[in-house]
């Protein structure tokens, strides 16, 4: 197990086999969780701290046997060639993607990267639901307009979605939970998938996407992003779509061109919008930028009276942190004691 360097911390102990993780980018919520979880895993130990790990903030994993990571971490060639110097081998992604370490480097510097590849899916589905329902039934405007004693309704008309058709991009862990809800509301539901999940074969009819575009009244994006599916929602699949339509993303902003989408709103083709990731997010995702002076596309949707946008936020609920501290220990312990890897969370 790896040492720290002379007087680097002073309250550095070691127990005999104990791994010792340096945990970047911390937030309250992620100490309490992974500390809610630590104490079955008595041959670990933690210490958080705030930086993001980057080639500079690496140098501080000096003495650690493991490094946690998260969406926004630059594990870069550098970061991982001073991660290797230190004897560092192992890199922790506590979430499912992971495009912020350069792999091939860490597979040529022999360090194992590990990820949670599915984490609560229900999560993220009630949030694209909270969303379709937030947008369409205007719940922060008329939220908004109690608090400040106006009681009038007109603006906030929404859709009754019994009876309505759905349409689910994507019908894996998540996308299989919307479906779900979606059939719990009482709508038909329509999937588009490049592979068919026979888990929902009593109840999902799978159609092509164009007969997706324009038969929902409901679209809800569940898919992941590659080169290939860039933009699939663009002005072309827009104007395939109904009139009104209730559109929510919660899969990835590179999926829809947002300037297609703005137009879309604009032309009143898509009656209500509800988005949880952006094209823009990079700079923004957990951090507060209340201060900044920012001209983007997002303020220009969050600017419509029907779109409700949140930031990255679907997967954010207490059990979704707590499957995500257990499953990142679980990768950690299975490691370190030389057991077989759950070939789902190995990266390299
Ligand atoms: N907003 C959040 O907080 C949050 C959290 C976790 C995951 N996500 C995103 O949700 C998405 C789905 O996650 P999941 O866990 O359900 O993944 P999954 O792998 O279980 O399911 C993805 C499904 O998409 C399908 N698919 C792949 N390419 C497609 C395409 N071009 N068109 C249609 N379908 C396609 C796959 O066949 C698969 O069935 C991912 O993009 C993920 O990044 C968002």
Same mark, same amino acid.
């Given at each position: 197990m790896g040492k720290p360097a002379e007087g680097q911390f002073e309250e550095f102990e070691t127990k005999e086999n104990e791994m010792k993780i340096l945990f970047y980018d911390t937030r309250d919520y992620d100490?309490?969780?992974?500390?809610?979880?630590? !104490?079955d895993f008595p041959d670990i130990s933690i210490d958080f701290i705030e930086a993001d790990i980057n080639p500079m903030t690496a140098t501080l994993a000096n003495g650690y046997d493991a490094v946690c990571g998260f969406v926004n971490s630059k594990i870069n060639a550098f970061a991982l060639e001073i991660l290797a110097g230190f004897g560092v081998n192992l890199v922790l992604m506590r979430c499912a993607g992971f495009?912020?370490?350069? $792999?091939?480097?860490?597979?040529?510097?022999?360090?194992?990267?590990?990820?949670?590849? #599915?984490?609560s899916p229900e999560a993220i589905a009630e949030h694209a639901m909270g969303l379709a329902l937030a947008s369409d039934r205007h719940i922060v405007k008329g939220f908004n307009r109690v608090r400040e004693n106006d009681f009038e309704l007109s603006g906030l008309l929404g859709h009754t979605l019994f009876g309505k058709t759905?349409?689910? &991009? #994507?019908?894996?862990?998540?996308?299989?939970?919307?479906? *779900?809800? $979606?059939?719990?509301?009482?709508?038909?539901v329509l999937g588009?998938? &490049?592979?068919?999940?026979?888990?929902?074969?009593?109840? $999902?009819?799978? $159609?092509?996407?164009?007969?997706?575009?324009e038969r929902s009244d409901l679209i809800s994006l569940h898919c992941p992003l590659f080169d290939s599916n860039y933009h699939m929602i663009d002005a *072309?699949?827009?104007?395939?779509? !109904? *009139?009104g339509v209730i559109f929510v993303n919660t899969a990835r902003g590179g999926?829809?061109?947002?300037?297609?989408?703005?137009?879309?709103i604009r032309t009143q083709k898509i009656g209500a919008c509800g988005i949880d990731v952006y094209e823009e997010e990079g700079a923004n995702v957990f951090r507060n930028r209340s201060s900044a002076i920012m001209e983007s596309v997002t303020s220009t949707l969050c600017a419509f009276p029907n779109c409700v946008?949140?930031?990255?936020?679907?997967?954010?609920? !207490?059990?979704?942190l707590a499957a995500i501290a257990q499953t990142t220990l679980?990768?950690?312990?299975?490691?370190?004691k030389g057991e077989e890897l759950p070939k789902a969370n190995v990266v390299c």
């Open positions: 100490k309490d969780s992974f500390e809610e979880q630590l !104490k495009d912020a370490v350069n $792999v091939n480097v860490a597979k040529d510097l022999g360090i194992t990267v590990m990820r949670v590849p #599915g984490y759905a349409g689910i &991009v #994507g019908t894996g862990k998540i996308g299989a939970a919307m479906c *779900k809800i $979606v059939r719990g509301f009482g709508m038909e588009y998938d &490049v592979y068919q999940n026979p888990d929902l074969k009593d109840y $999902v009819t799978y $159609v092509e996407l164009d007969e997706l575009l *072309k699949a827009i104007d395939k779509m !109904k *009139k999926l829809v061109d947002t300037e297609a989408l703005i137009d879309g946008v949140t930031s990255h936020q679907a997967f954010f609920t !207490k059990e979704a679980s990768n950690a312990q299975a490691f370190t």
